[in-house]
């Protein structure tokens, strides 16, 4: 994880015209009251992709924790799930250098230019994938998105790494693709 946000912070002078401390500044006089609001002003005004935008913001919140410390968080007394949520990032990532992870309180969001997929510990046992796959068909594996609500067309559940296989990895690449 940590890997991947730092390829992020080091990749966004080129990507967004300016670094991390330079979007922080900015947003630091503008006072936005909601994470949305300011995602849509560095989209609107600056032209940055919903990736970047998202994590300029995460990052800038003053009383934020780091998005590691979500993703540590958010596996506290899941520690065997630790391997899966690892496995999926290293997938979700192998699809190109646009791929953004973004640590949320409960979630992690996968985005290209919109988000593609979510992961979520769910419970002790287990990690849901939520994947954006419109009309694509369920089955047995790929099931309704459950508690994903609107923002997942579908879930996979997964209790081991030997689950984050080929027939997976075929849908994560279809839902990147999906969302350009």
């Not at 419970?123 to 997942?152: Q, V, W, Y």
């Not at 879930?155 to 080929?166: C, G």
């Amino acid at each position: 994880m940590e890997k991947a946000l730092q390829t992020i912070i080091d990749d966004m002078p080129e990507k967004t015209g300016k670094s991390l401390e330079e979007w922080k500044k900015i947003l630091s006089t503008k006072g936005f009251e909601k994470h949305g609001q300011a995602v849509s002003f560095l989209k609107t005004e600056h032209g940055v992709t919903h990736g970047f935008a998202n994590t300029i913001v995460t990052l800038s919140k003053d009383n934020n924790e780091l998005p590691e410390d979500l993703v540590a968080t958010q596996y506290e007394g899941k520690e065997a799930l630790i391997p899966i949520y690892e496995a999926l990032i290293t997938m979700s990532t192998s699809f190109g250098d646009d791929v953004t992870v973004t640590p949320k309180k409960g979630t992690v969001s996968i985005i290209r230019k919109r988000q593609f997929a979510l992961i979520k510990p769910a419970t002790k046992t287990r990690i849901d994938l939520g994947l954006k796959l419109p009309e694509k068909a369920l089955t047995d594996r790929l099931g309704n998105s459950g508690s994903f609500g609107t923002m997942c067309t579908h879930r996979v559940q997964l209790s081991s790494t030997t689950e984050v296989d080929n027939e997976l990895k075929t849908w994560l690449q279809e839902a990147y693709d999906l969302s350009t």
